[in-house]
């Protein structure tokens, strides 16, 4: 699935924060300055209501790119079931072959680890708490799921370590009381993570509730980091303050120092609120509400959500098997088990649950043929295309992966390719840029790597018949054009992200491909 935004954070100890576009009605500014959030030149205020609690609206009119905010992590560490990882620096290890702590005997890359003895890896504290356990076994570090509790621990470990972040750690929110009627959540957290902690790490001066509260925090809270392949969560003193929508105006990214960084997508006037998405901006209606509710404990009541067509994007929508016109939709998006209708014929309907279990069987489908086969990803395709609608959000996920694969899968080299094929890499990343537009508008990852994945095929297009003498001199200008437009945006928004990063590779390579346009200019004359 391609990286469309999913955080996974929450509102603080104010009021749930729904998702509201009317950023001054029964408000007011918040007095207090919120650690981090200091600053003389801040581009935002804090507001306050009693439907949504708090939150943060543009003081005067943010441009495009602007930094609005960056704060430092709280704490950082291992994801839920992750595989196993080095507890410095969260490289994969295979276990049978990677080093141990000389203390606690806990799995590392090597025994000179960057992360060995620094705040955000394998701390002095961790690893002294963690020698005074029995040794992970194997079987410890992935049957039994140890890893999971190594997040909650470095939380708890605040308390007595550094006691200022245990305090700002406790202005978040837990939602203990939901999540207790929530067995499959309460249930698992106790076996793997607080039953650990206290039976079998024996730190029993860590209550029961007070292990489950700080699980509570992580749950609801924390976000997804990690740069090259790694896949980590911290949590953040402040980000909560930022509203949820699923059409969010915000991007963030995080450097090698697990820094967020939150900027503007696109111009945020003064005034409106500052949003960004608590869910995967990529799946459709149902299953970003469903995420929402299960894990953020809110009903999404947005624009998106609220429009059957997803803003016109089709996400959630299937053709009609009766008419072979109409798009099948719900007939009440903010009702999950509301019926589906066709638009065209008014004929077709069908209940939810036959939509869940169709839509289900589909994913489970693509999922099990991967993400790296254009053969395979070409018949799925195929295979639905008279069953969903081709911008469908499971359609989109296959495209994104082709949008990439064509160009770079062995078979596949972009300058290999038949104009066929190029053309069909064109038109695929044309599609996907429709959708994101509209979904994640302005400076965004998606749209940046598919600008700069669009820019190929176009270009060895034209350049083909250009050398057949097959295309005109005012023809060429307006590809180039193109061209160094899809660049230039591709360059700027990927080269905000973290070195060494692949999108940040990309970026550097767009902002080489245009310095190799003048080259063109040289030929046709100034562009």
């Not at 924390?222 to 740069?227: K, L």
């Amino acid at each position: 699935m391609p990286r469309g935004r999913k955080h996974k954070k929450s509102n603080g100890k104010n009021k749930r924060k729904h998702n509201h576009h009317q950023s001054t009605v029964d408000s007011k500014a918040d007095s207090e300055e919120d650690n981090d959030c200091e600053t003389k030149d801040r581009l935002y205020e804090i507001q306050s209501s009693e439907i949504i609690g708090r939150y943060l609206v543009a003081s005067r009119d943010i441009e495009q790119a602007s930094v609005i905010f960056h704060e430092d992590a709280l704490v950082v560490g291992p994801s839920q079931d992750t595989r196993p990882l080095c507890l410095g620096c969260y490289k994969s290890l295979n276990l049978t072959t990677s080093s141990r702590c000389s203390k606690c005997k806990w799995p590392l890359c090597a025994n000179d680890c960057p992360g060995l003895h620094t705040e955000h890896g394998h701390s002095e504290a961790e690893c002294a708490a963690l020698a005074k356990c029995p040794p992970p076994t194997v079987n410890d570090l992935t049957t039994h799921k140890a890893y999971n509790a190594i997040v909650p621990l470095r939380c708890l470990l605040l308390k007595s370590h550094n006691p200022a972040k245990w305090n700002i750690l406790q202005t978040l929110e837990a939602h203990n009381s939901i999540r207790k009627k929530l067995n499959y959540i309460w249930e698992c957290n106790q076996k793997y993570i607080v039953d650990r902690i206290r039976n079998t790490w024996k730190m029993e001066e860590h209550t029961e509730e007070e292990i489950h509260t700080v699980c509570g925090y992580l749950e609801v809270n924390a976000f997804e980091v990690g740069q090259g392949g790694i896949s980590i969560r911290a949590l953040y003193p402040n980000v909560f303050l930022v509203a949820h929508d699923c059409t969010p105006n915000t991007s963030h990214n995080d450097n090698e120092n697990y820094q967020l960084v939150v900027r503007a997508a696109s111009r945020i006037k003064q005034g409106q609120l500052i949003t960004l998405s608590y869910a995967n901006t990529l799946h459709g209606t149902l299953r970003r509400r469903e995420h929402l509710k299960t894990a953020k404990f809110f009903d999404c009541i947005c624009a998106r959500c609220s429009d059957p067509t997803e803003l016109g994007t089709n996400l959630s929508s299937l053709k009609c098997p009766k008419c072979l016109k109409g798009a099948v939709l719900s007939t009440k998006p903010l009702d999950d088990k509301a019926d589906w209708l066709c638009t065209n014929c008014s004929q077709y309907s069908v209940p939810y649950h036959t939509i869940e279990k169709l839509i289900e069987r589909i994913q489970n489908g693509l999922d099990s043929i991967g993400m790296d086969s254009v053969v395979d990803l070409e018949n799925f395709l195929k295979k639905y295309e008279k069953v969903l609608h081709p911008q469908h959000y499971i359609m989109i996920a296959a495209k994104y992966s082709l949008s990439q694969l064509y160009g770079k899968a062995p078979g596949y080299v972009i300058h290999q390719l038949s104009d066929d094929l190029l053309m069909r890499k064109r038109d695929i990343c044309s599609e996907l840029l429709k959708v994101f537009d509209v979904i994640e508008p302005g400076y965004s990852r998606l749209r940046g790597v598919t600008l700069y994945e669009i820019h190929a095929p176009i270009m060895i297009l034209f350049t083909r018949r250009f050398e057949a003498n097959s295309i005109q001199k005012k023809e060429v200008k307006i590809e180039l054009k193109q061209v160094i437009r899809y660049l230039r945006e591709a360059s700027t928004i990927l080269n905000f992200e973290t070195e060494n990063s692949m999108e940040k590779i990309m970026g550097k390579a767009a902002t080489e491909a245009l310095e190799r346009m003048k080259d063109w200019e040289r030929i046709i004359g100034k562009l």
